[in-house]
């Protein structure tokens, strides 16, 4: 079952018994949640980040998942850090290409994102959107709040008027 926004998938599986194929669509587009639906269908699986959106918590989900994640235990300090920050704990992270990305919206790429990047020696350069102010060589204590300025300022433009990816 595949999201109509993005390429997220809520839940997937399969049996070879069309009829409770077509139960399963049934429930779901009545508005069965996913544990029920598990339940009465043991065929179907889904991930705590599905969880997280059916619960109107995608942020809060993905930045759990992350700080849970041993692939990332080198950057819990930094995840850490960011997600005690008001401002950039709403924001939806997650990695690419050893980036930290901090988007407005996990749906929409061209919503705006801030982008960290660690430099190896306990320093991060970081970045609003593509094309976006560019802060380098910020350490650890200070990142957060670099970081947050990125979003304050791109709001402050935005509310302006001025088109900007943030």
Request: net charge negative.
């Amino acid at each position: 079952m595949d999201s109509a926004e993005g390429d997220f998938v809520w839940a997937n599986g399969s049996t070879a018994a069309l009829g409770d194929i077509a139960e399963v669509i049934d429930a779901w587009r009545s508005g069965v949640f996913l544990a029920p639906l598990r339940e009465r269908f043991p065929f179907i699986e889904f991930s705590k980040m599905a969880e997280g959106y059916e619960r109107g918590e995608p942020a809060e989900t993905a930045w759990s998942i992350l700080l849970a994640d041993d692939n990332h235990i080198s950057h819990r300090e930094m995840l850490a850090a960011l997600r005690s920050n008001s401002r950039l704990s709403g924001m939806f992270p997650f990695f690419s290409h050893d980036v930290l990305r901090l988007a407005i919206d996990p749906f929409k790429r061209d919503a705006g994102e801030i982008c960290i990047e660690p430099q190896g020696n306990g320093r991060f350069s970081v970045q609003s959107s593509p094309g976006g102010e560019i802060l380098t060589d910020v350490e650890l204590a200070d990142l957060a709040d670099m970081a947050s300025s990125l979003v304050e300022a791109s709001s402050t433009w935005l509310r302006s008027g001025m088109i900007l990816g943030l």
